[in-house]
């Protein structure tokens, strides 16, 4: 079974920057799309960061586009969400998805296309 397990967030100022990992395990496949969706408090989940290894394309929804990267390391089973220039807005529990099926980034990032399997999240709180 394929397990995603993410780590990296915490508490930082606005202005501050966060690299948060994920590790996938018991994946078999030669190629995914990741997704790292958000959940503010009060708030719906939703995307803002994915990639895939299939085109090596990547999306990012307009509230995180120029301040997150998202990147992979295969050798490592990991993939990246550096998180710069960070708001008090951006404060909430990020989740890693992965779908195993999914050739390109931006269906995921859109929600036309579910994850298969998701992380159990990491806090990111920034104070203003």
């Known amino acids: 079974e394929v397990q995603l397990v993410e780590s990296g967030g915490g508490l930082v100022q606005a202005g501050g920057s966060l690299r948060l990992s994920c590790v996938v395990s018991?994946?078999?496949?030669?190629?995914?799309?990741i997704g790292w969706f958000r959940q503010a408090p009060g708030k719906e989940r939703e995307a803002g960061s994915c990639f895939s290894s299939a085109d090596i394309s990547t999306y990012y929804l307009d509230s995180v586009n120029g301040r997150f990267t998202i990147s992979d390391d295969n050798a490592k089973n990991t993939v990246y969400l550096q998180m710069n220039s960070l708001k008090p807005e951006d404060t909430a529990i990020y989740f890693c998805?992965?779908?195993?099926?999914?050739?390109?980034?931006?269906?995921?990032?859109?929600?036309?296309?579910?994850?298969?399997?998701w992380g159990r999240g990491t806090q990111v709180t920034v104070s203003s």
């Open positions: 018991g994946f078999t496949g030669d190629d995914y799309t």
């Open positions: 998805s992965i779908n195993t099926d999914l050739r390109t980034a931006r269906p995921l990032c859109e929600g036309l296309v579910p994850p298969d399997y």
